[in-house]
């Protein structure tokens, strides 16, 4: 679902001697599928964990280690120099202490003091080291000159020990370089975005639903925070919340109207990429409907338009974005959405069409504006999707401003 969002980016994964070391190997994949330039850089100390041949065969380059057996006669300054972020996961209390000492004690750390790039920091290490006095002040010290730090969680430690100190997951770490390198034009911004297709309850057990993944509202939302948007995501599906995303959990068109609305007057943008139900029964049994009595007469009602109403109470300068799901007369019943709910954009797409829509990891969709020109956007992945719909957001606020 992340799609190829660091293109072409050359990011130096600098990995030391922690027992995190293997986790390591994980996050330099995801850099690599998100269509970054990984060089490895490994301590002699991240040797007793991992194998070099691993991280080779992984990442773009072969894995460096040495100030002094490598190709080039100052590589520390060649590595600096090339790097668009440099990146160290784990991060031991000893590469912290030099870091912050301004120590060159090996390649790494030589890099890290040669390089204008930004630098992201991934510490893990026993509770009591990551609670002691001198690392957190190590820690506090290299925020304030502007490294990103990405805390380390709670769970389970080396040895079995419970505590803070293990490393963030790969989400949050890719999340964090992401953030890091994006284009942050969306930054101070208050987005929210809904997710899934709301479930009406028949019974205590059946319920009226869509085939919704909410696989493109999720997009969104990651898409949104690395460009630096304080993001809402509001969903009725049980996929992995992006790190950096506040997360309201619903099920009914009800629920999510609740949701919405309780948050719609502090929203600078408003994505409603969630499939609500249309219609809900007018009365839900208390209880589950038996086979035995026979078919049940299920009468139904509208539920909110919930799209509709934010378009009647939009706020000056607020950006409102709908999606148009559609088997037929695409674009036509587009248009008509966008005019009869007071839309800013809205997404259309063909939900009949080969890997578009429901369930897919790719989508094709075409973007509407009121006096604009369509955008067509061809069959790619997700996150691909997403980030077109905020450019055109971005776009639109620049335009209101």
């Given at each position: 679902?992340?799609?190829?969002?660091?293109?072409?980016?050359?990011?130096?994964?600098?990995?030391?001697?922690?027992?995190?070391?293997?986790?390591?190997?994980?996050?330099?994949?995801?850099?690599?599928?998100?269509?970054?330039?990984?060089?490895?850089?490994?301590?002699?100390?991240?040797?007793?964990?991992?194998?070099?041949?691993?991280?080779?065969?992984?990442?773009?380059?072969?894995?460096?280690?040495?100030?002094?057996?490598?190709?080039?006669?100052?590589?520390?300054?060649?590595?600096?120099?090339?790097?668009?972020?440099?990146?160290?996961?784990?991060?031991?209390?000893?590469?912290?202490?030099?870091?912050?000492?301004?120590?060159?004690?090996?390649?790494?750390?030589?890099?890290?003091?040669?390089?204008?790039?930004?630098?992201?920091?991934?510490?893990?290490?026993?509770t009591e080291m990551w609670e002691h006095?001198?690392?957190?002040?190590?820690?506090?010290?290299?925020?304030?000159?502007?490294?990103?730090?990405?805390?380390?969680?709670?769970?389970?430690?080396?040895?079995?020990?419970?505590?803070?100190?293990?490393?963030?997951?790969?989400?949050?770490?890719?999340?964090?370089?992401?953030?890091?390198?994006?284009?942050?034009?969306?930054?101070?911004v208050r987005l929210v975005v809904t997710?899934?297709?709301?479930?009406?309850?028949?019974?205590?057990?059946?319920?009226?639903?869509?085939?919704?993944?909410?696989?493109?509202?999720?997009?969104?939302?990651?898409?949104?925070?690395?460009?630096?948007?304080?993001?809402?995501?509001?969903?009725?599906?049980?996929?992995?919340?992006?790190?950096?995303?506040?997360?309201?959990?619903?099920?009914?068109?009800?629920?999510?109207?609740?949701?919405?609305?309780?948050?719609?007057?502090?929203?600078?943008?408003?994505?409603?990429?969630?499939?609500?139900?249309?219609?809900?029964?007018?009365?839900?049994?208390?209880?589950?409907?038996?086979?035995?009595?026979?078919?049940?007469?299920?009468?139904?009602?509208?539920?909110?338009?919930?799209?509709?109403?934010?378009?009647?109470?939009?706020?000056?300068?607020?950006?409102?974005?709908?999606?148009?799901?559609?088997?037929?007369?695409?674009?036509?019943?587009?248009?008509?959405?966008?005019?009869?709910?007071?839309?800013?954009?809205?997404?259309?797409?063909?939900?009949?069409?080969?890997?578009?829509?429901?369930?897919?990891?790719?989508?094709?969709?075409?973007?509407?504006?009121?006096?604009?020109?369509?955008?067509?956007?061809?069959?790619t992945d997700k996150r691909s999707i997403?980030?077109?719909?905020?450019?055109?957001?971005?776009?639109?606020?620049?335009?209101?401003?």
């Amino acid at each position: 679902m992340s799609g190829r969002t660091l293109n072409g980016r050359v990011i130096i994964v600098g990995v030391t001697g922690g027992i995190a070391a293997y986790k390591a190997v994980e996050v330099c994949r995801r850099l690599v599928d998100s269509g970054a330039h990984v060089v490895p850089v490994m301590t002699k100390g991240a040797e007793h964990f991992i194998g070099r041949t691993t991280l080779s065969a992984l990442c773009s380059e072969p894995v460096q280690t040495s100030l002094w057996d490598e190709d080039s006669p100052i590589p520390h300054t060649q590595l600096g120099q090339r790097a668009d972020l440099i990146l160290v996961v784990p991060a031991t209390a000893r590469l912290l202490g030099a870091y912050a000492a301004g120590l060159s004690t090996d390649l790494l750390t030589n890099a890290l003091l040669a390089t204008r790039a930004p630098v992201v920091v991934c510490p893990a290490m026993h509770t009591e080291m990551w609670e002691h006095p001198a690392v957190h002040d190590n820690v506090e010290l290299l925020r304030r000159r502007g490294v990103v730090i990405v805390e380390p969680e709670s769970g389970r430690l080396a040895g079995g020990d419970l505590g803070k100190g293990r490393l963030a997951s790969a989400d949050s770490i890719v999340a964090a370089v992401e953030r890091t390198l994006g284009r942050n034009d969306l930054a101070g911004v208050r987005l929210v975005v809904t997710a899934g297709g709301t479930r009406e309850p028949i019974d205590t057990v059946r319920v009226i639903a869509n085939r919704s993944s909410g696989k493109q509202g999720y997009a969104l939302a990651a898409e949104a925070v690395s460009r630096g948007a304080a993001v809402t995501l509001i969903s009725t599906v049980d996929l992995p919340v992006p790190p950096g995303a506040d997360h309201v959990a619903v099920e009914t068109a009800a629920e999510m109207q609740a949701a919405i609305e309780s948050r719609a007057e502090f929203a600078d943008v408003i994505i409603m990429a969630a499939a609500v139900a249309d219609f809900r029964p007018k009365v839900a049994a208390d209880r589950k409907l038996k086979k035995d009595d026979g078919p049940p007469e299920i009468v139904l009602e509208p539920t909110p338009d919930i799209l509709a109403g934010l378009g009647a109470r939009k706020r000056p300068h607020q950006v409102l974005v709908g999606f148009a799901a559609e088997t037929h007369d695409v674009i036509e019943n587009a248009e008509k959405k966008l005019r009869r709910k007071n839309l800013d954009l809205i997404v259309a797409n063909d939900v009949n069409a080969p890997g578009v829509g429901f369930q897919h990891d790719t989508n094709a969709v075409c973007l509407l504006r009121p006096d604009q020109a369509m955008l067509t956007v061809s069959l790619t992945d997700k996150r691909s999707i997403a980030r077109a719909v905020l450019d055109a957001v971005v776009d639109i606020r620049s335009a209101n401003s």
